[in-house]
């Protein structure tokens, strides 16, 4: 089976608010088994025109993993708090 992994670019509106969402994303990290990869962290760009913000990647063991995290009702929480305080951008991968 081969591993997954949610990778987020997060432009963040609202600094005091997202907090919010960080405290109800990490209960849902852990309630799902996420390995936080990376989670925030200086970015430097190699190639491209990309301009990317605050950078999340989470692995999974499978993608129905990662999908059952994205719909999990402890991330609807952390969805709600984030509201107005980011933009999202966000996709599953399957990796090794």
């Given at each position: 089976?081969?591993?997954?992994?949610?990778?987020?670019?997060?432009?963040?509106?609202n600094p005091t608010q997202y907090e919010e969402y960080k405290k109800w994303s990490s209960v849902a990290m852990q309630a799902h088994g996420a390995e936080v990869c990376v989670r925030g962290g200086k970015v430097s760009v190699l190639e491209g025109d990309w301009e990317p913000q605050r950078i999340v990647i989470l692995k999974f063991p499978s993608v129905e993993a990662a999908n059952k995290f994205y719909a999990s009702a402890e991330y609807d929480k952390a969805r709600a708090a984030r509201a107005g305080a980011a933009i999202m951008r966000m996709i599953v991968v399957e990796g090794l």
């Open positions: 089976m081969s591993s997954a992994y949610i990778i987020a670019n997060v432009e963040v509106t």
